[in-house]
């Protein structure tokens, strides 16, 4: 593919001067040695993060900027991160939370997600977080595999927990967030009495929470946090990272991103989603840049606002806004002063050049794409201010990181040859285990390559560009969702018998998600029972994980052992050839 390169006139200094030097001559041992140790020599990502900016010049400087949808502000400097971080690792010893003990944050964009996620980590518990579009199912999965031990919630989510609650033995204490405590908590009024429910209440535990923490002394290599991300069968899996992953995280946020400590920057992810805690809470804030949260809906309208009002000069966000974004007009934009943007990037689902080059139109710079996956605790291919970028390629291998093209036989394909796109094992945010699951972990690697899972091609320049996935997975609006966990919602349905779950290609989804479902004997397809359907799985399951396209079948396509052929169902929805049919049954 060939698209005109994007020949950047830079006016500030990038923090990669020159890619392929930095490339050529990069140690990661090198990287390790900038890092501050515990004063016992031990190692926390957490204390990394925030302990040390709250101990050295950036103490008072605001490390988070947080506006809720109803326009409440807060500010928290690095020192007041570091000593709400410090309680929240005392509440959760006070519950008797040890090291690699399981504690997940089932919240939305509120403040308390990111301090409480440091406290986890600082006293070596592992964290794990929960998107708050997640349905009782979706919640019941995760919470059990893990055998999360504490549940931060709040009361607004509650409900959705009491349902699976008894089905959950291990989960010793849910905890709700009780917003309306916090600016009291803050400014040290008296606070409510704790409930007596089958749940405790936040700020009245952080009360009684001492400011002074000894934090876990960790190996690098010990457990930090987990997330739940799909792939084509079975259950979500529990992808584990380890306290050393923070390294490639620092590193490619000063590479990619570029960022620096001068900076603010706004990164629209949910910590739900890996891109929230790599680059909201860990690189970033290890570098000791402000970063601007914002909890409410997305609207162009205020996103411009809340870029003007923050002075944002970092924007990390992802090609399904970015479309939206430019569907709403460039003269929307004209209207804010958004002249403090100085970087754009993007990442999640492949970004297209129309997209790129809007970005141009409207804000005078182009969007860096970026690729990643959940597995891969940080971007392993950019672009870069310093490097020309050619709209539709996902740039070049992050420095620390080896990327190949590779047949299915472990040998690298040449120039312009479409396959298998592998990293070399090693990168130190690379995932640690699957959770309880050895069998599958193995399965990512062939030979010495870490398989993505994703196809793709490099150019003679080195560029990658990306072609599909090589499986069944779905990427809808930048979310992964795993066909099985839709289809399985589906089938839990009182009139659905079968059901088979694909990504149809959307101009602004990137994919969505088509059902073809089979109903039992006597049921009558209607939009009205469409609907009913999709409201189901939106409750049950999640939000964002309903199909939002049906189509009613007698029958589904099917191997001779009974397996649903996605593959065929989405050639004949494409109007594709339906290519090998060999082990189809009767259909
Ligand atoms: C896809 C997201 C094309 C890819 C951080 C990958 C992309 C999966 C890009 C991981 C990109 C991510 N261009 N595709 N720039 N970035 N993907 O785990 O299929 O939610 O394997 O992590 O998203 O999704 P995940």
Redesign the pocket.
């Known amino acids: 593919m060939k698209t005109k390169p994007i020949v950047k006139k830079l006016n500030f200094e990038p923090n990669l001067k020159d890619y392929q030097k930095t490339y050529d001559s990069f140690s990661y041992f090198d990287e390790a040695k900038k890092f501050e140790n515990l004063p016992d020599g031990g190692f926390n990502a957490a204390y990394t993060v925030c302990d040390v900016n709250a101990q050295n010049f950036r103490k008072n400087k605001v490390a988070l900027y947080w506006e809720g949808e109803e326009g409440e502000e807060i500010k928290l400097t690095f020192q007041e991160l570091s000593l709400l971080s410090n309680k929240v690792g005392n509440l959760l010893k006070n519950l008797e939370v040890g090291r690699g003990d399981r504690v997940f944050l089932f919240l939305p964009r509120i403040p308390e997600l990111y301090f409480c996620f440091l406290g986890i980590l600082k006293i070596g518990a592992i964290a794990g977080t929960l998107f708050s579009a997640f349905g009782p199912q979706a919640l019941e999965d995760r919470l059990k595999n893990s055998d999360a031990k504490i549940l931060i919630t709040t009361p607004q989510l509650y409900p959705r927990v009491q349902k699976i609650k008894q089905n959950l033995p291990n989960l010793k204490t849910v905890i709700l967030i009780d917003e309306e405590n916090r600016t009291a908590f803050m400014k040290e009024a008296k606070l409510k009495k704790p409930g007596k429910n089958s749940y405790t209440w936040f700020y009245p535990l952080m009360e009684k929470a001492l400011e002074k923490l000894h934090l876990a002394s960790m190996k690098p290599t010990d457990p930090a946090f987990m997330l739940y991300?799909s792939g084509t069968t079975g259950k979500p899996k529990g992808v584990v990272h380890q306290h050393k992953a923070l390294l490639h995280e620092c590193i490619s946020a000063r590479y990619v991103l570029d960022i620096k400590d001068t900076d603010v920057y706004w990164c629209t992810a949910d910590p739900g989603?890996?891109?929230g805690i790599a680059y909201e809470i860990l690189g970033t804030w290890c570098i000791g840049s402000s970063t601007l949260v914002y909890g409410g809906r997305f609207d162009p309208a205020k996103w411009y606002d809340l870029i003007q009002e923050y002075k944002v000069t970092v924007w990390y966000t992802a090609p399904t806004a970015i479309r939206m974004l430019a569907a709403s007009g460039t003269e929307l934009v004209k209207k804010y002063d958004l002249s403090s943007l100085r970087h754009l990037a993007s990442?999640?689902?492949?970004?297209n050049p129309e997209a790129v080059n809007w970005g141009q139109k409207a804000f005078g710079l182009p969007f860096h794409?970026?690729?990643?996956?959940?597995?891969t605790g940080g971007i392993v291919i950019a672009n870069y201010p310093s490097l020309d970028i050619k709209p539709g390629s996902?740039g070049k291998p992050v420095p620390g990181i080896k990327a190949e093209v590779i047949n299915n036989q472990g040998q690298p394909v040449g120039p312009y040859k479409e396959g298998n796109l592998a990293l070399k094992p090693g990168w130190p945010s690379m995932m640690l285990k699957i959770w309880r699951r050895p069998e599958k972990y193995q399965s990512y690697f062939l030979k010495n390559w870490y398989l993505?899972?994703?196809k793709a091609f490099k150019d003679e320049d080195g560029y990658f560009w990306?072609i599909s996935?090589a499986d069944d997975v779905i990427?809808t609006s930048g979310e992964?969702v795993g066909p099985f966990e839709v289809e399985s919602a589906l089938v839990s349905h009182p009139k659905i018998i079968e059901a088979g779950v694909i990504g149809k290609p959307d101009p602004l989804r990137g994919e969505l998600i088509k059902a073809f479902v089979t109903l039992k004997k006597g049921e009558k397809p209607s939009e009205k029972l469409k609907e009913e359907i999709q409201t189901y799985v939106k409750k049950h399951l999640a939000g964002h994980a309903y199909p939002r396209e049906i189509e009613f079948t007698d029958k589904l396509p099917k191997t001779r052992s009974g397996k649903i052929m996605r593959r065929l169902l989405k050639a004949k929805e494409l109007g594709l050839p339906l290519g090998d049919t060999s082990t189809l049954e009767d259909y």
């Open positions: 991300t989603w890996v891109t990442v999640g689902e492949p970004l794409d970026n690729y990643w996956q959940t597995e996902m993505t899972g994703d990306f996935r990427k992964r």
